[in-house]
């Protein structure tokens, strides 16, 4: 479940059990939130907070706040400061808001690269509400760590929601880490079949390249470039690493090329060490 659709939950959960809905502009948050708006959703809720001050005596707004803040931002010190203001207020929550502030803080720690701290707080953040967008988080850290823990957890989301690309890609990942070639393409493809997001298909191109499938990673990353994937940079990067093992040398270079002006981030620097 992405995160859009873990909005709309919130919001109902809010709705049934919390009188801060009531707060004019409240559901306006959400509703941006729910569409993707993202960046327009946290500068809504930042000036309602300075507009209603008495939103910040609830755990929930300052969870979101930090939420948004990470999201749109990166910023981790300041979603860390709305989770500290948030912490001393969780006594008298639902436990689905404890099991929401449980899970940003494990998104912060993540981000940082406190993968192990993350996954305690996945943890109880699944303890609280284990719902699949808990899951899904605790499985990833637990499969970034690679615990063995993890692809039991997996199977709980694939329970959960069988449609769920991400599942599919981890325990392709695990599979070819395990050296069963043929599960991890079965599992890759199973992935690329349903409803991926962008970043989905980018780790399915990702897989295909490490288990020497170019063609297969090159339709892949192209479609993840279609619909939108982000890390520009890397993409293009690994584009033109693939064309370089299929000795395409010309389009080899342009992509490299492509990465180089994106900026100076991980695929630039790969960019330049093609050729």
Not at 160 to 181: H, I, M, T
Not at 213 to 235: H, I, K, N, T, V
């Amino acid at each position: 479940m992405d995160k859009f659709n873990i909005a709309k939950r919130l919001l109902r959960l809010l709705q049934k059990h919390s009188d801060i809905t009531k707060a004019d502009g409240i559901e306006d948050v959400f509703q941006l939130f729910s569409r993707g708006a993202c960046r327009e959703a946290y500068a809504a809720l930042c000036e309602m907070m300075k507009e209603q001050p008495d939103l910040c005596a609830h755990a929930f707004t300052c969870v979101l706040h930090a939420d948004l803040s990470l999201y749109v931002k990166g910023d981790t010190c300041e979603a860390q400061k709305s989770l500290d203001r948030a912490q001393g207020k969780l006594g008298c929550s639902e436990p689905k808001i404890a099991s929401y502030y449980y899970r940003v803080q494990g998104d912060v720690k993540s981000r940082l690269g406190n993968t192990s701290e993350a996954v305690d707080d996945y943890e109880k953040s699944v303890a609280l509400s284990p719902d699949i967008s808990n899951l899904t988080m605790l499985a990833q850290s637990l499969s970034v760590l690679r615990d063995a823990r993890a692809p039991d957890v997996w199977v709980r989301v694939l329970e959960e929601d069988p449609q769920n690309s991400k599942a599919y890609v981890w325990l392709a990942r695990q599979a070819a880490r395990s050296g069963d070639r043929d599960k991890a393409i079965s599992l890759a493809k199973k992935a690329e079949q349903l409803k991926p997001f962008a970043e989905d298909v980018f780790d399915v191109a990702c897989l295909y390249h490490d288990i020497g499938q170019p063609e297969a990673a090159l339709s892949a990353y192209f479609r993840a470039d279609a619909m939108g994937y982000e890390g520009r940079d890397c993409l293009y990067a690994a584009i033109a690493d693939c064309y370089r093992q299929l000795g395409k040398a010309d389009k080899a270079k342009e992509y490299a090329q492509r990465a180089l002006e994106c900026g100076p981030g991980d695929g630039a620097s790969r960019g330049r060490t093609l050729f």
